[in-house]
């Protein structure tokens, strides 16, 4: 059965555009998280490898925290907002925080099985990405305001 939001389904080239502009301002959030662990570089004085794996434990988290509130206050990050898209379920509601959570850990899962869930979606009979199919999430296209 088709989507009530099928109508209004954004298409892979618009999501593709938008998740890169969403790389731009998640390096741009994960810039001011590395600069909040400047203070504690004492306190991380370990050997090299368990700084890194320190630094890159936060990072992940950070951008974990970034994906999984926007989602689910809204369904929209920044770049989302200005391509018009929303994530919500497959029914037009809302994504819950353990949803939206989810769905980054399978996106994220996705794109270190060589983008697998970009893959998915060229053969998807709606065109959505394997982690939307799986947890019934959906991006659609918004309407400007007035429109």
């Known amino acids: 059965m088709a989507s009530p939001l099928a109508a209004q389904h954004a298409n ?6 938008c998740g890169l502009y969403e790389m731009l ?7 001011l998280a590395g600069f909040v ?3 504690f570089g004492t306190v991380l004085n370990h050997d090299e490898a368990s ?3 320190y630094t890159q434990a936060w ?3 950070v951008v974990t925290i970034y994906f999984t509130w926007f989602w689910s206050h809204g369904g929209q990050t920044l770049p989302m907002k200005t391509w018009r898209l929303r994530l919500c379920m497959a029914d037009g509601g809302t994504v819950s925080p353990q949803r939206a959570l ?3 850990g399978l996106a994220l899962a996705g794109v270190g099985i060589a983008g697998l869930h970009f893959a998915w979606a060229l053969v998807d009979p709606e065109g959505l ?3 939307d199919r799986l947890l019934g999430t959906r991006i659609v296209r918004i309407s400007a305001p007035g429109q």
């Not at 301002?25 to 810039?31: F, I, W």
């Open 12 to 17: 892979l080239p618009v999501r593709l555009a």
């Open 102 to 104: 989810a769905r980054f």
């Open 129 to 131: 990405f394997l982690h």
């Open 37 to 39: 662990l400047v203070p």
């Open 25 to 31: 301002l998640v390096l741009g959030v994960l810039m």
């Open 51 to 53: 700084r890194h794996l």
């Open 59 to 61: 990072m992940l988290l």
